[in-house]
């Protein structure tokens, strides 16, 4: 792959458009893209390597499902 540079285009996960769109690179980091700017909506946000970030819902799916599970017993059986 081509070296980075400012400005070059790349495709990344836009939080504000919620999709994957193009953005410009806005700083480099151990030549890698650290913060880009969406060419569609114009806000800057991290580079996120097309990743979509979990949402809330699933977040709190999550915390629920390790609540549920923090309360099992070590056997794998219900006590009674």
Do not use: Q
Request: with cysteine.
């Amino acid at each position: 792959m081509a070296e980075l540079r400012l400005g070059d285009d790349i495709d990344d996960f836009c939080v504000k458009c919620k999709r994957i769109t193009n953005h410009s690179i806005v700083s480099l980091l151990n030549g890698e893209a650290a913060k880009v700017r969406c060419k569609s909506c114009y806000s800057e946000h991290d580079y996120r390597r097309e990743i979509a970030p979990p949402s809330k819902k699933d977040l709190k799916k999550a915390a629920l499902f390790n609540e549920v599970l923090g309360k099992a017993a070590p056997g794998g059986t219900p006590e009674s």
